[in-house]
């Protein structure tokens, strides 16, 4: 009972029960991530105002908080009125197609569920409007159009970092082409930022390696545009980078277990295990070959699975299907 999440789902409950007592309250809409916080806020609700859980972000099939036991969902949507039963949402905006699919195969009434797009993602978007492409993304920033050159996305565990940049430095070490270039881009937090790591690796291992570290504020869409490849071990990067037509080489860690939501899209991108594989990733790319071309092909179904589509305003898409679910009911 002291824990602070334990009073913060009282706060809520109680503070939310005040509100739609209070005030006459059309509708409530709120993020799907913590499941705690989550019941809190329909306990406080009471069913006095329409509910609409927003689940912002791409799915990987091993976030478990999205799995339930077999009837439960079904079971909680016949008897809303039983407080033994789990708490829903009356509507479920949901990000993509895979979203949809999954809490449908949970037990989620299909309508109660509704695909928004991509919001949390909606800078991305505007800027595939712009139409630029990676020659003039390059000159922007001061690179040549022939260089091969590789965004590194450094992981937020130390132990995985090491792991990440010792492959990489064992598998470009071996490559007789000397002209690749690494743009390292490390997470901004301080607790999860290793580029002094980096750099002492590089420096101790393979001082040739050619390599820059971006700075913070840099706008990321324009270095993923205008590489060859992004390398990477587990971000949400994987799929933007598809979407503005750049490989992801994705170094996965069998021993660990992943969150990472690209797994549901394991044909759209190169999986490696070693630098061995890394390596061999690495110059498919550069030879552009048939492995690079099947992977490509897979792209637009990936982008349909995490994002539903590129060629929609998410932001417009959300508003309509927020003002039909209220319009809904209230007639």
Known sequence: MVSTDTMMCVFITKALDALTKKKAVSALIYRVEFQPHERAVLYGLGRRCLSIAFQHNAIAQNH????????????????????DNLPLPDKVMLAGQSQYELFKSCGFPEETLYICGPVRYSNLIRYLENNR????????????EKQLIY?????????DAINFIDSLIKATKVISNKELLFLFKAHPDPFFNFERLAATMIKRDYPGM??????????????????????????????????????????ENKAAFNLNPLLGIRNAYYEVNSAV?????????????????????????????????????PNARFCAGLEEMIAKEHK
Do not use: C
Not at 133 to 144: A, F
Not at 235 to 250: D, K, R, V, W
Not at 281 to 290: K, P, T
């Open 210 to 251: 050619k390599h820059e570290f971006l700075r913070n504020d840099i706008i990321l869409n324009d270095y993923l545009l205008l590489a060859d490849a992004l390398l990477l071990t587990g971000t949400t990067m994987g799929i933007e980078a598809i979407s503005l037509g750049t490989l992801p080489i994705l170094l």
């Open 151 to 159: 965004l590194v996305a450094l992981p937020v565990q130390r132990e």
């Open 277 to 313: 594989e890394l390596k061999a990733a690495i110059l498919s790319q550069i030879g552009n070959d048939e492995k690079v071309a099947v992977i490509r092909q897979a792209w637009p179904e990936a982008i349909m699975k995490l994002f539903y589509t590129l060629d929609e305003d």
């Open 64 to 83: 478990l908080q999205y799995y339930f036991p077999q009837e439960e969902i079904r079971l909680s949507y016949a008897q809303r009125d039983n407080l």
């Open 133 to 144: 492409s990676k020659d003039e993304m390059r000159h922007k920033h001061g690179y040549s």
